[in-house]
Every structure is written in structure tokens, then in C-alpha cells.
């Protein structure tokens, strides 16, 4: 790997037990005397996982590919539903329309993309491709045909499947551009992007939506960060923020460590490249639909409590909160949260990792979020595996996860609903389950933040480049002396 000596790149098998336990089936762990292959260098093998990974992931929603994206109990008990197909025809993309048109006829034949403008766009373009890859269609008789009947014309539903398949290939080549950028973060630690690119919730939520976009974003800006790329870091920040919300939420972990650095003008610089790119990338379709554009905004803050959130469990227990209320308390729980992660980052011995910070503050809001869909996993997992790359606790985590991912699946056919014609109290408990795992991995890294003996990539003397930079002109100057 450039950048670094061969024998300064850490090995998991050497440092952390579980990994030397898992890889007694590939040999064992890696030798006193072994050298590093001329061509297979760590970046390039983990690249080649991820994609194989990313493969099974399309393979798993084969039964539904099959079936065409039509039958119901498929989707569901084969697990292998996914919001691709379906938006398809509902938002308009099988007549090409611009997601943010304002046109009277088309907004009464489509609903408006329920998304940010970053995964608008890009859904619009695949469809593109994807009617170039069709043999270019004629779509001109399209807006003369009930909107229901395009779900069941044969072209439409070929169509349909070619859209999955260019969106498929489009979100593994995000795929592997997150696990390069994670790969190249710490120069002697690629192969803590290991567990990002064997994560079995890429393989099972990586096609459920289009996230995996922000997630290339976030590994992007954690990338660029390392590098003492503020305005960098910042840009792909505020992209992300355009595609998926939460990419904003990193800017709060370059406050603290900006703070404790004094490196106030990095902090400007990240926050007026994110402003400026957000706003870049909002600009078109706000200018062509400001409605519409409002849409993303206003859906989320009328949603009520939903799937995989604590808000579900209590609102079907019987206790009645009102959106209002939900949303209050989420804000008022998320601002008390980040202000605990700002006092954990200040009071530490060293200055936290942004992976570190960032991941406390996702993980937050997820925790109190009124929607906790399946695939919002994604937006922990490349802050995850570099908060804590350890084996055992990314397997504990994950684990929670594979659990809620089969139970919301079933929930939704109706397959955990009890003969009493009670609430499935098992999507309950996998819903605790899944957040207490969550809350584990919290917990462990908020230890190796106070208590940095624990974190392993400290206890190697790993330090983001800007760090040693600083402390070593700090301990030249005359005030230092």
C-alpha cells in the first residue's frame, strides 16, 4: 500500500483475537516472516471482497427480481423487498419525468420523490440509462395510460427489472469507492475497512434504498479529514447532507475536535464548503419546483411514529403520542445527546477520532428517530468499523442487525402477527434488541474516547496527520518551552 511500509500495516490477526480465531480457516495468523504479495495489496483485496459481497447482495433479491417485483408474499418472506422498483413508475421515472417538475398534469398523475435532491437526481438518471439499456422505448402514449395499468404492462414491468439491475450496478461502484476512501484513512490500518467490506448488512440493505450513495460520501469526508483536506472534507460533507440528512452531523464532530485544537479557521473552512455545497446541489431543483422541493422537508416532519423505532413500540403498546409530540421530544432527546457527546470530546485525555465522534452522534439520532428503516444501518457502518475496529464488537453489532432485518420483513408480511390478532410482540423485542446492540457499541466507544489504552488504533500511536502537525509545533514554540 503506498504511503506505508509493509511492515508498519497493522494485522488484524496479530491484534485482535477474534480476527486470529476467524482466520485459523484461512491458515491462521499472518507469520513473523511473511511478505506482502507484489499485486495484491490491502486496498485491492478489500476492493475484491466488497465487490463479491456486494454481488451476493444482488443475488439475495433474486426471488423478487424473478417475480418481476409482483407478488407480495415473495418480497416479504424471502426478505428480499427493495423501494428501487416500486418508485419506478410511482415517481414518474418510467415517462423520464424531472422529479421536481411543477406541471399541473404530471403532479396529478406522480407522487413527488419523498427524498432528498442528491438520491432524486440520481434515481432520474438511472432511469435514463435505463431506457437507453430498454432500447429506448417510445414513452409518448405513456401519460394517455392509467397510472395503475403501467404497473402491469410487460414493457413497463422489463423495464422495471433493467431499472434495478443499472441502479444495482451504479450503488456497487459507490460501494467500492467507500471502501477505498476507508482503506486510505489511516495509511498503516487499511484493513480496518475489513469489516465494511465483509458487512452482511451491505449485502442485505445495500439495495433496499439508495443509501449506500451518502455512505460513500461519509467514508469520503472521513478520507479527506485524515488528509488535512478541510474545504474537501466539507464539500463531500454538505453532497452527503444533499443525498442523506445525516451526513450534517459529522460537522458537529469537527466542532469538538476543532475546539480542542483551536483550529478555527478548519472549522470555517468545513462548514462554508458544506453550506456552499449543499446549496449547489439543492439549486437546481429548487429553482425548477420549490414545492416540490419542499417535500422531503414537509414528509418527514408530519411522519408519525414508524417502522423500527422505539416511538412504534410505545405508540402500539397503547400509549398515544401525536406527531407534535414525537418530534418534540426526539429534538429535545437529540440536542441533550449532542451536547453529552461535545462534554465526552472536550473532557477526553486526546482528542477524539471524528469516526469516533461522528458515529455517537449518528447513532443518536437514530436511537430517538420516529423511523428506524432497515437500511439506516448504512449510514453507522462506515463510521462504525473505524470507531472501533474490532471483530468482536462489529459481529455483536451487526448481529443486531441481521435479527431486525429478518423480523421487520416478516412483521410486514404478517408473519409474526399472533393468532390472538395481537400486536407481534417478537418485531418488539427485535426492535429493543437491535437498539441495545446499538447502545453497546455506543458504550465501548465512548470508553476508548475517556480511556484511549483501550482504543486500538491510539494504542498504536495512529494520529490524524493535522494532530501531528499541531502538537509538534506547539511543543517547538516559545510558549511551549
Known amino acids: 500500500m503506498s504511503g506505508a511500509h509493509p511492515d508498519d500495516v497493522a494485522a488484524p490477526s496479530r491484534e485482535d483475537p477474534a480476527a486470529a480465531a476467524l482466520s485459523e480457516g484461512i491458515g491462521g495468523p499472518v507469520g513473523d516472516h511473511a511478505a506482502p504479495h507484489r499485486w495484491w495489496t490491502p486496498v485491492r483485496v478489500l476492493l475484491a471482497i466488497t465487490a463479491v459481497m456486494f454481488v451476493f447482495g444482488m443475488l439475495q433479491k433474486v ?66 440509462v435505463t ?38 450496478v451504479v450503488l456497487g461502484g459507490a460501494a467500492l469507492l467507500g471502501a477505498w476512501f476507508l482503506a486510505r484513512t489511516n495509511r498503516r490500518r487499511p484493513w480496518d475497512a475489513l469489516p465494511y467490506a465483509l458487512s452482511p448488512v451491505l449485502v442485505f440493505n445495500g439495495l433496499v434504498n439508495w443509501d449506500v450513495l451518502a455512505v460513500a460520501l461519509v467514508a469520503g469526508a472521513l478520507w479527506a479529514w485524515s488528509r488535512d483536506k478541510p474545504v ?23 466542532l ?29 431543483a429548487y429553482v425548477s419546483g420549490p414545492d416540490e422541493w419542499k417535500v422531503f422537508w414537509t ?98 453489532w451487526q448481529s443486531g442487525e441481521l435479527l431486525y432485518f429478518c423480523a421487520v420483513w416478516w412483521y410486514l408480511g404478517g408473519f409474526l402477527q399472533p393468532g390472538s390478532g395481537d400486536h407481534a410482540g417478537f418485531y418488539w423485542l427485535a426492535i429493543v434488541l437491535r437498539m441495545a446492540c446499538e447502545v453497546y457499541l455506543v458504550a465501548i466507544v465512548v470508553r476508548d474516547i475517556l480511556v484511549p489504552r483501550h482504543d486500538r488504533v491510539r494504542h498504536q500511536g495512529v494520529e490524524p496527520p493535522r494532530s501531528r502537525r499541531l502538537h509538534d509545533s506547539a511543543t517547538h514554540s516559545p510558549r511551549a518551552s
Not at 414493457?155 to 443499472?166: F, K, T
Open 232 to 254: 474537501l472534507t466539507g464539500v463531500l460533507i454538505g453532497l452527503g447532507t444533499a443525498t442523506k440528512l445525516y451526513p450534517l452531523f459529522l460537522l458537529g464532530g469537527v
Open 131 to 168: 431506457h437507453w439499456v430498454s432500447g429506448s422505448p417510445d414513452i409518448s402514449d405513456r401519460p394517455e395510460v392509467p397510472v395503475g395499468d403501467l404497473y402491469g404492462d410487460p414493457q413497463v414491468l422489463e423495464e422495471r427489472n433493467n431499472y434495478v439491475a443499472v441502479t444495482a
Open 63 to 128: 426471488p423478487c427480481w424473478d417475480t418481476q417485483w409482483t407478488d407480495n408474499d415473495t418480497r416479504y418472506s424471502r426478505m428480499c423487498y427493495s423501494d428501487v422498483p416500486y418508485l419506478y413508475v410511482g415517481r414518474g421515472f418510467v415517462e423520464l419525468n424531472w422529479p421536481y417538475s411543477d406541471d399541473e398534469e404530471t403532479r396529478a398523475r406522480f407522487d413527488v420523490m419523498e427524498y432528498p435532491v442528491g438520491i432524486s437526481y440520481f434515481a432520474w438518471g438511472t432511469a435514463w
Open 256 to 284: 469538538v475536535i476543532c475546539l480542542r485544537r483551536r483550529a478555527w479557521t478548519d472549522f470555517f473552512a468545513a462548514t462554508v464548503a458544506a453550506a456552499g455545497a449543499w446549496v449547489l446541489a439543492n439549486a437546481p
Open 299 to 396: 414528509f418527514n416532519s408530519e411522519r408519525g411514529a414508524d417502522l423500527g423505532s422505539l416511538w412504534l413500540v410505545l405508540s402500539q403498546a397503547g400509549h398515544d403520542f401525536s406527531d407534535h409530540e414525537i418530534n418534540k421530544a426526539s429534538w429535545i432527546f437529540f440536542i441533550g445527546w449532542c451536547a453529552a457527546v461535545l462534554v465526552i470530546g472536550l473532557l477526553a485525555p486526546q482528542t477524539p477520532r471524528l469516526a469516533q465522534l461522528g458515529f455517537l452522534v449518528v447513532a443518536g439520532f437514530l436511537l430517538v428517530n420516529k423511523v428506524y428503516s432497515p437500511q439506516y444501518v448504512l449510514w453507522l457502518l462506515p463510521l462504525a468499523v473505524l470507531a472501533r475496529p474490532r471483530w468482536r464488537d462489529q459481529i455483536i
